[in-house]
């Protein structure tokens, strides 16, 4: 098992390996893209070399950032109990849609405001319905000789380099708004996605694989030291080999994308309300402690910060249709 990851110390940013409460820096010149762009062999057999010649830095004295900066982010929607839950919340309607069960389904989020463990979260403008998500998300990484395109679920299982955790963080009165257009979600997902605290290499979870393909691991969210909810990683409807193969299909995955498996049963808010038929347990507030913990990965944790105050909502204007423009006019 590798873990690698990306840190601020000694008021510089540096990438490397995480070992027994150590960070060891790779090269200069050289990135977590780098190790994504070389493949895993490649990178297990260069982390025995930086280990055995590096200095290190004790990570008690860094800040985790994010481990990687993702060149895309596809989050996908692969737990039955979560939909459900989340469309009797956003919806008010019990069940879940035919069309889930007939291929996976995932939308594109912001690569460009991913966050890491220890930062704080603050509120986007408008939102007063603040959630969480927790999730499992499986990195690409190269495969000499694959193009990353049109993939089997075998071939796109040699692509997975390694698995990171996941908060979708949610504005949840703006997507439900937002989702009612038929598009989305967009603003209510926009602001902030928490990767961390860092990558570990697919290796460690090879003999622990279903016959299926799945990962029975424990994932479990808290706030303010409370457990919220837990859930394991093989209830997904789909294992990870073929969401990335879904993804890859008349399309490509390259190293340094991110696939999310989605939020786990009873891993967030909005599921809860809607088994309840009401906002228990609260939306988040400032000051509120969010930790997640997947088995075999590690823990997230993030603060609530205040709520930007802006008016952000543009209505739209009523246009009269015209399919000619007006004659110009001159003045005298």
């Known amino acids: 098992m590798v873990k690698i990851a990306r840190w601020n110390h000694d008021g510089g940013t540096q990438s490397g390996f995480v070992d027994d409460g150590h960070c060891y820096p790779l090269p200069e010149g050289q990135s977590v893209q780098s190790l994504l762009d070389a493949g895993l062999d490649e990178t297990l057999r260069f ?16 800040q985790l950032l994010a481990p990687l900066v993702p060149a895309t982010i596809r989050d996908f929607v692969a737990f039955e109990e979560h939909v459900e839950g989340v469309r009797k919340s956003i919806d008010g309607v019990a069940g879940v849609v035919p069309e889930w069960y007939e291929a996976p389904t995932f939308y594109f989020t912001n690569p460009h405001t991913v966050t890491g463990t220890g930062e704080v979260i603050c509120i986007p403008a408008g939102c007063e319905d603040l959630d969480f998500e927790t999730e499992v998300a499986a990195v690409v990484g190269r495969v000499p000789g694959s193009d990353g395109r049109n993939l089997t679920a075998e071939a796109a299982h040699r692509h997975i380099f390694g698995y990171t955790v996941l908060n979708d963080w949610s504005a949840r009165d703006l997507q439900r708004r937002e989702m009612k257009v ?7 997902k926009d602001f902030s996605n928490t990767l961390g605290p860092w990558i570990v290499t697919a290796d460690e979870f090879e003999d622990r694989h279903d016959a299926e ?3 029975p691991i424990s994932m479990s969210v808290e706030v303010n030291g409370e457990a919220i909810g837990q859930d394991l990683l093989s209830n997904m409807g789909w294992p990870f080999a073929e969401l990335v193969a879904y993804a890859s299909q008349d399309s490509v ?3 340094g994308d991110v696939l999310g498996s989605g939020t786990c049963g009873s891993g967030c808010l909005a599921e809860l309300w809607g088994r309840n038929g ?8 400032t000051g509120d402690v969010v930790r997640m913990t997947v088995e075999g990965i590690g823990s997230i944790e993030n ?3 205040a709520r930007r105050e802006a008016l952000t909502r543009i209505p739209a204007r009523v246009r009269p249709r015209n399919r000619v423009a007006p004659l110009a006019t001159s003045g005298t």
Do not use: N, Q, W
């Open 253 to 255: 995955v390259r190293p």
């Open 303 to 305: 603060t609530v910060g």
């Open 278 to 285: 009401s906002k228990t347990p609260p939306p988040l507030k």
């Open 213 to 215: 393909g799945f990962l």
């Open 47 to 62: 982390a025995g070399d930086v280990i055995g010649s590096t200095s290190p830095v004790p990570l008690a004295e860094v």
């Open 182 to 188: 038929s598009l989305g979600p967009c603003k209510g």
